[in-house]
Antibody
Framework: EVQLVESGGGLVQPGGSLRLSCAAS????????MHWVRQAPGKGLVWVSR????????SYAESVKGRFTISRDNAKNTLYLQMNSLSHEDTAIYYC???????????????WGQGTTVTVSS | QSALTQPASVSGSPGQSITISCTGT?????????VSWYQQHPGKVPKLMIY???NRPSGISDRFSGSKSGNTASLTISGLQAEDEADYYC??????????FGGGTKVTVL
């Protein structure tokens, strides 16, 4: 079964850092662009970042640019999100998702993980 | 960047058709055929319903259809069923090479 499993969430103080991981299985991870999407409690979906299949092209939402870094290890079938300078506004469930379009990362997210919860609080 | 504009709520009776709009600008919805729609039931993971404006992934009912005119995309659910009650989100690629979601629409089956 095609699957994405996030980990690394937790409670962190404002100004702190956290690294999220997303382990992929049952598909050729290196063929797909990947995304991070977050959802604050009771709120809507917000796109965070996207990375190309080879890891060489990335993009970020303005709200996280300069603080978050997306990366991947295709040998380990794992996607990462390094989050620095965290603030209360970053509190959310963080989902990793696969883009169905292998070439551009624009086609739509067809496989989603269950999410990992990040809480920023003192 | 502001979120794409969706109505907060839409409702309909079983068997009816409803349409959810998603309004952006020429820098996103109007500029690309990269509009997707997602369904999310409470406490569940989002599910891709429509990609690239009007295409349905395998396994998605043909009661769901998508379209676009100018800067506004639309999702139509025909033959509304109780199981369709959920939140729906649109998304679009943008000229800034980012992706933008709509604020979400709560669909209620009366």
């Amino acid at each position: 079964e095609v699957q994405l499993v996030e980990s690394g969430g937790g409670l962190v103080q404002p100004g702190g850092s956290l690294r999220l991981s997303c382990a992929a299985s049952a598909f050729t991870f290196s063929n797909y662009w990947m995304h991070w999407v977050r959802q604050a409690p009771g709120k809507g979906l917000v796109w965070v970042s996207r990375i190309s299949s080879d890891g060489n092209t990335t993009s970020y939402a303005e709200s996280v640019k300069g603080r978050f870094t997306i990366s991947r290890d295709n040998a380990k079938n794992t996607l990462y999100l390094q989050m620095n300078s965290l603030s209360h506004e970053d509190t959310a469930i963080y989902y990793c998702a696969r883009d169905r379009g292998r070439g551009s990362g624009r086609s739509g997210m067809d496989v989603w993980g269950q999410g990992t919860t990040v809480t920023v609080s003192s | 960047q502001s979120a794409l504009t969706q109505p907060a709520s839409v409702s309909g009776s079983p068997g009816q058709s409803i349409t959810i709009s998603c309004t952006g600008t020429s820098s996103d919805v109007g500029g690309y055929n990269y509009v997707s729609w997602y369904q999310q039931h409470p406490g569940k993971v989002p599910k891709l319903m429509i990609y690239e404006v009007s295409n349905r992934p395998s396994g998605i009912s043909d009661r769901f259809s998508g379209s676009k005119s100018g800067n506004t995309a639309s999702l139509t659910i025909s033959g509304l069923q109780a199981e369709d009650e959920a939140d729906y989100y649109c998304s679009s690629h943008t000229t800034r090479n980012t992706l933008l979601f709509g604020g979400g629409t709560k669909v209620t089956v009366l």
